[in-house]
């Protein structure tokens, strides 16, 4: 199977009201171009899952400014005052989580999970709404597994056969996301043929991609 497609197949399989992952922290990691050609769409009412909303005019940022997203998954908005402005005038929905516990509820999407159990918001606002569990005398959180229809990841080197190693810190959040989505698309910073990548360097197996766009100019 040829997984290779372009940038405007992919754009193509997200459809509005999808949820989607964004790889990435503060832009470093996530796959730009597939952004930016999302950014030109009209697709629109989508759920984000990712560690950020970036920067007004970088990464999911510029999606943000164009209010294609309905409700956004995030642990950090400091960096797009944009995203704060639609938060207060309740244009759109912001679920502010841990990055810790972002992190283990993609996972958790990924393994096939019910949830974990976490003490990390109790006492704070973070609890409201959310089961409660005693264990052995201590109050946990109980917190749920997150999924979506599309993730959408940043590989430093994919081979064509989807393996994917990342570079340093652009790992952050693709290797759960590749997990816990119906589909995967990651975006190749350079793209080599099967076998290029020693097998001790694959970080995501290709087993978890299911398309790949060139990245490269």
């Known amino acids: 199977m040829n997984k290779i497609i372009s940038l405007e197949e992919a754009i193509s399989h997200i459809k509005d009201g999808m949820t989607i992952m964004v790889g990435g922290f503060l832009d470093v990691g996530t796959p730009d171009k597939i952004i930016d050609e ?28 164009n209010k294609q997203f309905k409700k956004m998954i995030v642990s950090h ?42 003490p990390t918001g109790i006492g704070t606002i973070v609890e409201e709404g959310k089961e409660k569990i005693t264990v052995d005398g201590k109050d946990y959180l109980l917190e749920k597994p997150l999924k979506a229809d599309v993730a959408l990841i940043f590989g430093s080197i994919v081979d064509e056969k989807g393996n994917v190693y990342y570079n340093k810190s652009t790992r ?18 350079k793209l080599v043929k099967t076998g290029e990548i020693n097998p001790n360097d694959v970080m995501t197996p ?11 100019e």
Do not use: H, W
């Open 206 to 216: 290709g087993i978890f991609v299911d398309y790949i766009v060139k990245g490269e």
């Open 38 to 65: 999302l950014a030109k769409s009209n697709v629109k009412n989508l759920t984000l899952i990712c560690n950020d909303t970036a920067f007004p005019d970088k990464g999911v940022g510029k999606m943000v400014v």
């Open 172 to 189: 952050n959040f693709n290797t759960i996301m590749a997990t816990a989505a119906d589909v995967v698309i990651v975006e190749a910073e």
């Open 77 to 118: 908005i400091g960096t797009n005052p944009e995203t704060g402005r639609q938060l207060n005038e309740k244009e759109a929905e912001v679920e502010l989580v841990p990055q810790g516990t972002l992190a283990e509820r993609i996972r958790c999407g990924g393994t096939g999970l019910g949830g974990f159990l976490t």
